[in-house]
């Protein structure tokens, strides 16, 4: 089948925030943002986007939807949807952020030896997973690298799950500063007070350190930090800068929350901190929505009707009682819908629907993406 593309106006008017080139899908964990970023990726495609989308740690069955093998973390593209058996382009990617940081080495080393190097040191992979904002810098250099690639013109992150969310904006800045941290350059012998410290007079200094580390652990340390330090400027000075590309019109968000009151309170105030910080936010999904419900006593015939149905007292006021529960879930989410519409300035809310088991195969996706975002 031939590849089905929409383009400009038409296509933006198909696809949820069309007029972004990247969608981060944000919010707390376990409240659906990886089944909203598959959802999302997969609608764009069927409207013609040549899609991404990059994810971190899917249940098992909605990796599998998307083509995901469990040891397929190794940072290559998985096609979902190809264009000439399915008229849409759709590719995954599961995020593993020591493949990440391999293929960044690879890539702006000054040469293979320095490549090899680094990435044989025991200290680069001692760091690379337990280095404090590791996974999120690996996100954003995976789909800054994708962004530059210029393959796809529509990528979903699937943003990392943290104890707060703003901290995947911060944490590519926490890596950067290896290429700038004063400390760093001391031990590299880069900096003013390293040359000091590690030219003459520093050999006492070194060999205490070198006693505490073992070995020639801080020389070891310094060719790191320093070969580490000059991959990252370089990645930085030929793929562009993390905060430009989320500041910049060619990028926005969508905030999944639940429908619990805390959980919108919460949501609120993520959005206006991001506005802030100078992300684009393009909406807000009120996922497992529960459907509103009339009221039995003033719905006509209704408890006539029950009576009918279920003639034993004590079995039919069990499931008044199940029905008024069920109610008061309806109501909470109305409510929840009703907050979120009123945030000033306003932001488009979409809703997901509640089901008994979240959709996990790529038929549910469509299901899901097509109640979800329209269409």
């Known amino acids: 089948m031939a590849e089905a593309r929409s383009t400009g106006a038409e296509a933006s008017a198909q696809v949820p925030f069309g007029h972004r080139r990247l969608v981060l899908s944000l919010g707390p964990g376990g409240v659906g943002k990886t089944t909203t970023a598959a959802a999302l990726a997969l609608r764009a495609a069927e409207a013609g986007r040549k899609v991404a989308v990059v994810t971190v740690d899917p249940a098992r069955r909605l990796g599998q939807a998307l083509g995901l093998s ?38 702006y080393a000054p040469n293979r030896g320095a490549a ?21 810098f690996a996100a954003m250099a995976r789909v800054l690298m994708l962004h530059t690639a210029g393959d796809h013109d529509y990528i979903v992150l699937d943003t990392p799950p943290t104890a707060n969310a703003l901290d995947f904006l911060g944490a590519p800045a926490r890596i950067r500063e290896l290429a700038e941290n004063p400390a760093a350059r001391m031990v590299t012998g880069t900096g003013r ?13 070194i060999k205490a350190l070198e006693a505490l580390g073992g070995g020639d652990f801080l020389r070891e340390l310094g060719v790191f930090l320093k070969d580490f330090a000059e991959i990252i400027r370089e990645f930085q000075r030929r793929g562009g800068d993390f905060d430009m590309l989320l500041r910049s019109e060619h990028t926005g968000a969508v905030v999944v929350t639940s429908t619990a009151a805390f959980a919108v309170r919460e949501a609120e105030a993520f959005a206006a901190r991001l506005r802030e910080w100078g992300l684009a936010v393009d909406g807000v999904l009120l996922n497992r929505a529960d459907p509103e419900l009339p009221d039995l006593a003033t719905a006509p015939g209704a408890r006539d009707a029950l009576q009918r149905a279920v003639p034993d007292p ?25 907050r979120l519409a009123s945030v000033e300035p306003p932001l488009d809310v979409y809703v997901g629907e509640r089901s008994e088991d979240p959709p996990e195969t790529l038929p549910e996706l469509r299901a899901f993406g097509r109640r979800t975002f329209g269409g």
């Open 314 to 338: 004590a079995t039919r006021e069990a499931v008044i009682d199940a029905y008024t529960r069920a109610r008061a879930l309806g109501e909470r989410s109305a409510a929840a819908r009703a």
């Open 193 to 205: 007070l390293g040359a000091k410290v590690l030219g003459l007079g520093g050999a006492v200094i």
């Open 70 to 107: 469990a040891d397929a973390g190794g940072g290559e593209l998985v096609r979902v949807l190809d264009p000439e058996r399915d008229g849409a382009h759709l590719d995954a990617l599961l995020l593993d952020s020591a493949a990440v940081f391999d293929e960044v080495v690879r890539a």
């Open 116 to 136: 090899d190097r680094i990435v044989n040191s025991k200290i680069y992979r001692a760091t690379r997973e337990r280095l404090g904002g590791a996974i999120e």
